[in-house]
């Protein structure tokens, strides 16, 4: 009976003594994380800290180099605009030069055609003849619709607008013209002929009248 009370008291003993290493145990493991979690929150404190200071430090920067850098942008704009205005002058003064060449370059060129056709070689045939008349024609009408879209860019719009009124009368003119010539040789084997021929030669007196009349 003796021995089991000692034995017993010695149970207890050794479950007191674990109990109170656990207890120990568990007090260091909350001591230690509590004295972890106030470093953690300086570290965080101090990171944030770094982290506005640099925010601030760059708003700063910026804030001062944006004058700077609004000069500089409106000062190249400005310079942009002044090349492009230096740019569009240059070209409108050879557009002005270009033009004022076009008249005694037509005038050249329409001598020139004039001269071509006197010397083209003379058919024997009225088929020949009336097909060379067309091709005549054709080289004449060509010229006058070229020098037409230059008076459109050099005219005003009123005067485009008159120019063109004049246009559709002369055409008008012309045909009626080649109709009553060709009359003349009704139902002659040269009436055709004489129609194309003096459509021809109407529409070259008019190529040489609006270069001279029109064109600057």
Partial sequence: MKNNRKFLMVMLTIVFVILAACGNSSEESNAKSNNTSPDSSSAQN????????????????????????????QINNQEDNSNNDGESLKSSRSDSEMTEGKKEGYLKKLNEMEESDKNAEAKTTTSDMEEQEAERYKNWDKALNEIYGVLKEQLRKEQID???????????????????????????????????????????????ELVANYMK
């Fill in 162 to 208: 008159q120019l063109r009124e004049e246009q559709r009368n002369w055409v008008k003119h012309r045909d009626e013209a080649a109709k009553e010539a060709s009359l003349k040789y009704e139902g002659g084997s040269t009436e055709s002929l004489e129609y194309v021929a003096t459509q021809a030669s109407l529409t070259k007196e008019r190529c040489y």
């Fill in 46 to 73: 101090a990171n944030g800290s770094a982290s506005t200071k640099s925010s601030n430090d760059t708003d700063k920067n910026n804030t001062e180099n944006a004058p700077e850098d609004t000069d500089d942008t």
